[in-house]
Structures are given as C-alpha cells and as structure tokens.
C-alpha cells in the first residue's frame, strides 16, 4: 500500500469516526482526549526508552552533556519511530510503506516531546549535572516525561483531528 493510499485511506477513516461510523474503538470522535492521549503515551514510551538508553550510554562512555542529550535526542526518534513500525509491520505494510508511515505519525509528536522533555532537564536546577546514581536526575527525568506528556497531548489532539500524526496509523490498530 502506498504511502498516499495509507494516508488517505486513515484520513476516511478519521472522518468516519468523527460521523459516528468508525470501527467500534469508543474513541468518541476523530481527535477526543482519550485517543490523543492514547497516542501521545504510544509517543511518550518510544521516547523514553530512547531518552535513557541514550543517557545509559552516553554517561557510561563519559560524555559530556551536549553529547549525551544529542545521542538521547536521536535514540527518542529512533525508538518512538520503531514502536510505530513495529505496529503498521504487522498490520501487513512493507517495510518503506511502515517508515512512510511512521514519519507521518510520529514527527510533529517527536519534536514537541523532545523539545518539552529536554527543556525541562535543561532548567530544572542541577538535572544537567546529576549523575545516574542521584536521585535529583530520576526525579527530574520523571518530571521531564510529565511535562511533554501535557504538552504534547494538546498536539496530538490538534494533530488527530485534521486527520494528521496518530490518525494515519489509527486504521492500522487491530
């Protein structure tokens, strides 16, 4: 399946639950809070995962900060892209089909949790130079995943209704 065929085939699907005809998911409508939060959870773990392998890795090895935060930027893309693929793979989609599909869903969300996620560690007082063994880096971690969740979810929930970001993987849920 196309990429334009996948897309135009998730915005009729979008628009039929906005009518009441959608697939009995009980979203309510074609971008309600719940499904936006839904998809901004789906984002958020892809996310997170990334964000602390990457700070894994990056203090392991004894980088600074701005190289740890980059290589944790990165892995978040790769891992909330991968989470999507995994998905749309299974519901039958070749490979460059489920990529096309994933970067449709997921970049806009991507950025707004990154930009979220890391400018929170970037203000929180002394997060920047907390090491994996204080608390004060779990904590502002947590807070930092709280923080794009809110912000975030708003998008997601801007993003579904027009048919854009979760909505184009939303057929693809079984």
């Known amino acids: 399946m196309s990429y334009e065929h996948a897309a135009h085939t998730a915005h009729t699907a979008d628009t039929a639950h906005e009518h009441g005809h959608g697939h009995g998911h009980g979203h309510g409508g074609g971008s309600s809070w719940a499904m936006a939060a839904q998809a901004t959870l789906h984002c958020l773990t892809g996310c997170a995962i990334g964000e602390i392998l990457g700070m ?14 980059l290589l944790a930027i990165a892995l978040a893309f790769v891992f909330g892209y991968s989470l999507t693929m995994r998905g749309v793979l299974r519901a ?31 203000v929180f007082p002394g ?36 048919g854009k970001g979760h909505a184009v993987v939303h057929q693809y849920h079984h």
């Open 56 to 69: 894994l890795i990056g203090t392991a090895l004894g980088w600074g900060n701005v190289p740890t935060m």
């Open 92 to 122: 039958g989609l070749d490979l460059r089909a489920a990529l096309k599909v994933a970067l449709a869903a997921d970049t806009v969300s991507i950025i707004f949790m990154e930009l979220a996620d890391n400018g929170t560690i970037l």
């Open 127 to 162: 997060a920047m130079d907390a090491t994996l063994g204080d608390a004060l880096f779990w904590v502002s971690l947590a807070l930092s995943f709280v923080v794009a969740f809110a912000v975030t979810t708003p998008v997601n929930k801007w993003l579904i209704g027009r």
